[in-house]
């Protein structure tokens, strides 16, 4: 075994034993010598770009269902005193938007699989999985760029520290449902500011 090997497996055998420093420390020797570290370095960016992308379709999808949620209390409402009608509440649209997110949605979490099913090995994919691993790292790690966005780290309401919350008529997605950061189209963040990102800039 040669004694590159033999720093690998000193890597795996520290992380595993949670001693992250020094399997950082020892990655950094790693990195320096792994080939092909473009490849791997491109790879990660491709895939948290595109996970970024698919998170950001899975909020603005949660946030359409609690509007619509929201639209259908009032429709009694509506109805009963006449003030307006179903149609006039955005429910078409509403119900037009949604179905195409969830159609984008789909379509951008086959290339996320895809993308995993290309994945290569090496030091920097070992980094990454292992802050992957170590979710609380990460939320940390990215808690300030979070806030300078505006997102929901920017204010006391919580929402990056507990797992995504969904409507009754949604099942939680075991994938994008665990605890993160907010895309520009959280629920949270488009009821704060006042309008969806895809509106930002128009007159």
Known sequence: MGLFWVFVITEVALDKARLYPLAYAVRGWNKAFTPGSKEEIDWIKNYESQEKLCHGYYQEQIYLLETLSALEKSRSLAQDDGSSSYE????????????????????????????????????????????????????????????????????????????????????????????????????????????????????
């Open 88 to 203: 006039d509440l955005g429910y078409d649209d509403l119900k037009a938007q949604l179905e195409k997110i969830a159609k984008c949605l789909f379509s951008e979490r086959q290339k996320l699989g895809g993308l995993l099913s290309s994945k290569p090995r090496g030091a920097y994919i070992r980094e990454f999985d292992a802050h992957r691993r170590r979710r609380d790292y990460l939320l940390k790690k990215h808690e300030k760029e979070c806030r300078v966005r505006g997102g929901c780290c920017d204010r006391d309401c919580g929402c990056c520290s507990r797992r995504i919350e969904v409507p009754a008529t949604m099942v939680l997605s075991k994938e994008f449902g665990k605890k993160s950061h907010c895309s520009v189209d959280c629920g949270c963040c488009i009821r704060s500011r006042g309008f969806r990102s895809r509106e930002a800039g128009k007159d």
